[in-house]
């Protein structure tokens, strides 16, 4: 009868020790397919800023600096293109638009090269509808290079911003709303997510 009892704890300890050793990897395995399949990163905080929709009046860039016709994506707002003092500039993306209404999405480093480097801005085309975007996509971004578009068409952006901590971007949407090639002015509707990494487009604070 002891030696049956000792050789039933046995097991019973062998099978708890396997149960641990099947238990981490299988984990692993799980936390990959939910990463895999375009889940939450497991890793990730919480949101603390939500989305918005922002509408801006914009002039092109090509009428010069007299008045605002630059995006700073990071504190999203419309600005005078200026080199500063630090060698850096105060804009990511300008717009500008020909006389038959096409218009330009121009990156800061597909314009210049400041002194202290610029950031990189990556842009893609979508047959989507600005309203119905809800994430954005983690590749197929042509990065620092002009993209042409039209009234109407939305666009997915990404913005390496240097204030996160891991160097994720930010990711967004815009669509051009109005063009006027007398004026030289746009309306421009934007979306960006300002939490590191969060592709969630949509309005309020985003789950991932």
């Known amino acids: 009868m002891k030696a049956f009892r000792a050789r039933t704890v046995i097991d019973h300890r062998t099978t708890v020790r396997d149960l641990a050793v099947w238990r981490v990897p299988v984990l692993l395995l799980a936390l990959l397919g939910l990463v895999a399949c375009g889940g939450d ?45 630090t060698g850096t500039v105060n804009f990511q993306l300008a717009l500008d638009v020909n006389a038959s209404g096409t218009v330009s999405l ?23 509808a600005f309203d119905d975007i809800t994430r954005a996509p983690v590749d197929g971004f042509t990065a620092d290079s002009v993209l042409t578009t039209q ?25 051009v709303e109005g063009v006027n090639t007398e004026t030289r002015r746009l309306i421009v509707r934007i979306l960006i997510n300002r939490n590191c990494g969060f592709r969630d487009l949509t309005i309020g604070l985003p789950r991932n």
């Open 41 to 85: 990163d497991p890793f990730r905080g919480s949101a603390t800023v939500p989305n918005e929709v922002s509408e801006i009046s914009m002039a092109a860039f090509s009428t010069g600096t007299v008045a605002p016709s630059a995006l700073d994506l990071v504190s999203l707002r419309v600005v005078r293109p200026e080199l500063q003092s």
């Open 106 to 128: 121009l990156p800061v480093l597909a314009l210049l090269s400041p002194p202290n480097g610029g950031t990189s801005v990556g842009l893609q085309r979508t047959a989507v």
């Open 151 to 175: 009234r109407g068409e939305a666009v997915f952006f990404l913005v390496q911003a240097g204030v996160c901590t891991f160097g994720e971007p930010f990711y967004g949407k815009l669509v």
